[in-house]
Nanobody, 124 residues
Framework: QVQLVESGGGLVQAGGSLRLSCAAS???????MGWFRQAPGKEREFVAG????????YYAESVKGRFTFSRDNAKNTVYLQMNSLKPEDTAVYYC??????????????????WGQGTQVTVSS
């Protein structure tokens, strides 16, 4: 069983930046990794992720050009660099992993393990 621990959330003003980290208890190389977020009263949604073979990285339209996903296989850690933050980015951010080779990584049902989440609050 894989354990995922997110960190790096906090309170930031609009236009600011944060970098989220997700440390896995096991190897992440060869696994699909994704970041999701859930705002109050809303469903959990895909933010960014990378396919199991590292071949493709995907972003939600709402974060393209502002967020950057990266991974460090040696540290079993993935990151989400968030720039030009907006109040609508306020949410709990979750890291997740999947053993599936399905390339539609935006599908929340694909994921086997989830972190506990980290709160990101962007003030206007």
């Amino acid at each position: 069983q894989v354990q995922l621990v997110e960190s790096g959330g906090g309170l930031v003003q609009a236009g600011g930046s944060l970098r989220l980290s997700c440390a896995a208890s096991g190897r992440i190389n060869g696994y699909t990794m994704g970041w999701f977020r859930q705002a109050p009263g809303k469903e959990r949604e895909f933010v960014a992720g990378i396919t199991w073979n590292g071949g493709s990285t995907y972003y939600a339209e709402s974060v393209k050009g502002r967020f950057t996903f990266s991974r460090d296989n040696a540290k079993n850690t993935v990151y989400l660099q968030m720039n030009s933050l907006k109040p609508e980015d306020t949410a709990v951010y979750y890291c997740a992993t999947s053993s599936s080779s399905d390339t539609y990584i935006q599908n929340i049902r694909l994921y086997d393990y989830w972190g506990q989440g980290t709160q990101v609050t962007v003030s206007s």
